[in-house]
């Protein structure tokens, strides 16, 4: 095989009059199945952030009605005075009583400020650093296309010169050597494309292996949020 048949079946040629483009499905398949769980990472974040903020307002209004004095039932003394039946502090006893449990009141703004900062430092910056950084692939795919765009073209250009030298040895059983020097200078400027390309698309394909193989830890990240929650509720009652 001479040195432009083994450049054709290098740039996929399939057979005089019929041109392969260049394909990234590799990169396709894999930046779809990551776009498709960054959206669902991000309603997640979502999510917890309302969970967060709700949580919150649960210790602070809860925290406050539980330290709050409860309505009096008042009676009317034989000397005519108004009175509550049962002091405030033993209505407050027999409110705990009822719950079941005792509720650490006075602790309730300590848990809630530090399940706000274990769900931001244990949960939502690992999610929000994986989000921007799949967020950054989109520009690199552009320019991914744009290599593979110029790749192509020269391949095409490549290949209407074959398809020229082939019409000329049909027709006369020789090839002028101009057209043979085009050949050569253009074999050049596709392989020139071809290793900016592929530099670029392995370094793409890298990037988003790298990116997969973190949402693991991501996902680690994200149950701790289920413990995270259970525990600040939890160490609120005694």
């Not at 030298?165 to 494309?193: F, I, N």
Request: charged share 30%; net charge neutral; hydrophobic share 40%.
């Amino acid at each position: 095989m001479g040195m432009f048949g083994r450049f054709r079946e290098k740039v996929h040629e399939v057979a005089p009059g019929h041109f392969k483009p260049t394909s990234s499905e590799r990169i396709d398949k894999m930046y779809k199945e990551v776009h498709d769980f960054a959206q669902g990472l991000k309603e997640c974040e979502r999510q917890l952030k309302q969970l967060e903020t709700a949580s919150a307002a649960v210790f602070k209004t809860a925290g406050d009605m539980l330290s709050t004095p409860l309505p009096h039932v008042y009676q009317v003394d034989p000397q005519g005075s108004t009175a509550p039946i049962v002091p405030p502090d033993e209505l407050r006893q027999e409110a705990a009583a009822s719950l079941g449990t005792a509720v650490r009141v006075q602790n309730l703004a300590s848990i809630s400020q530090k399940h706000t900062s274990e769900l931001e430092a244990s949960v939502l910056t690992p999610m929000r650093g994986w989000i921007k950084d799949y967020r950054s692939f989109k520009d690199k795919l552009t320019i991914l296309d744009d290599r593979r765009l110029e790749f192509d073209a020269e391949r095409r250009a490549f290949h209407k010169l074959e398809l020229k030298k082939v019409r000329q040895q049909q027709a006369t059983d020789k090839v002028e050597p101009e057209l043979m020097g085009k050949l050569e200078a253009k074999s050049g400027d596709v392989a020139a494309k071809r290793n900016i390309y592929d530099a670029h698309e392995q370094e793409l394909y890298n990037g988003l292996a790298a990116l997969i193989n973190d949402a693991k830890s991501v996902r680690t990240h994200l149950a701790n949020a289920m413990r995270i929650q259970a525990q600040a509720f939890g160490s609120a009652v005694a």
